[in-house]
């Protein structure tokens, strides 16, 4: 599976920026695509994730603020980032596994990423 992102780029507080993730084709048609976002030196930090069905799940941090989506049709899926804040900067990733997204909250249960897209929030 190959995943490749697009959107973030630089916004003020309060601002908002989507970001896209699209998939290849596979055959899989029950999967988790999540987002990750780490800060140089510090350990990938899960944000949200959403499964085929389009349940969400989400992070303490952002919730309320970040909304995932999908478009099957597109193979992609997508993450509305409203309200930012400074401490939103990072560089994001989104990830794919095949299974159920329930409980998938670690890097390591996740075997395909994206290349990463950098989310800047000043103040």
């Known amino acids: 599976v190959q995943l490749v992102e697009s959107g973030g780029g630089s916004a003020q507080a309060g601002e908002s920026l989507r970001l896209s993730c699209s998939a290849s084709?596979?055959?899989?048609?029950?999967?988790?695509m999540a987002w990750f976002r780490q800060i140089q030196g510090k350990q990938r930090e899960y944000v949200a994730a959403?499964?085929?069905?389009?349940?969400?799940k989400y992070s303490d941090s952002v919730r309320g603020r970040f909304s995932a989506s999908l478009d099957n049709a597109k193979n992609t899926r997508y993450l509305q980032m409203n309200s930012l804040k400074p401490e939103d900067s990072a560089t994001y990733y989104c990830?794919?596994?095949?299974?159920?997204?329930?409980?998938?909250?670690?890097?390591?249960?996740?075997?395909?990423w994206g290349q990463g897209t950098q989310v800047t929030v000043s103040s």
């Open positions: 990830a794919w596994m095949a299974g159920a997204c329930y409980s998938k909250t670690v890097p390591d249960d996740f075997g395909f």
């Open positions: 959403i499964a085929t069905d389009g349940s969400t």
């Open positions: 084709q596979t055959s899989y048609n029950n999967f988790c």
